[in-house]
């Protein structure tokens, strides 16, 4: 699951991207509102979290601009204001969920476990689709009609929870490459040829009907006609 972070206080932003890391989440910071929402806008995140009070743009108009282009990713908004009409505010710009600084880590992970299972319609920790489930705290993946399972190695996983995250759309390698590697990375679009593949070969080898089917000149999907 990526996250994006939007916090301008430095050792805030270190703290929190520490231990997001810890807990497998993959992260992208950054401490302009500017920079957030043009982040935002990529549409390749799984939750955002998002600071109030930053320097280009604050995070209830980031918020707004985001919810105004039809960007549905949950928000959970962080700040040191903790009056109820600061609250009521955020939540009416866009946010889905509201944490007052300071905060314990614990709360922090049960109110991002809360949007995530709200993105990705997940069961006790196990995302589906068709006749496949990948379970989140091992990175498995298995077929549901045989009982087939395999472990998948952290790209493969991310590759295939993006798809079942965005069933039924046409993925582009360049959405694939942003979401997987990251804006940071200088991964060449090929490495997405070559990890789906991978994944590819996954699916085959626990027998699944499930498909990621290559739509020429434009991307991927996962299909599954026989289900």
Known sequence: MRILLVEDEKRMAQALCEILRLEKYEVDHYANGLDGLAAM?????????????????NGYEIAKRGRSQGITTPILMLTAKAE??????????????YLTKPFMT?????????????THDTTDGVLSYADIALDTSNLTLSCTTNGQNVRLSEKEYHILEYLIANRGQILTREQLAMKIWGF???AEYNNVEVYMSF?????????????IKAVRGVGYELRCDDV
């Open 84 to 97: 109820v009409d600061d609250k009521v505010t955020g939540l009416d710009s866009g946010a889905d969920d």
């Open 41 to 57: 806008e990529s549409n390749i995140y799984d939750i955002v979290i998002l600071d109030v009070m930053l320097p280009g743009m």
């Open 199 to 211: 994944t590819r070969k996954k699916l085959a080898f626990v027998e699944a009907k499930t498909e």
């Open 184 to 186: 940071e990375s200088e």
């Open 106 to 118: 614990k709360e922090l992970l049960a109110r991002l476990r809360a949007l995530g299972r709200r």
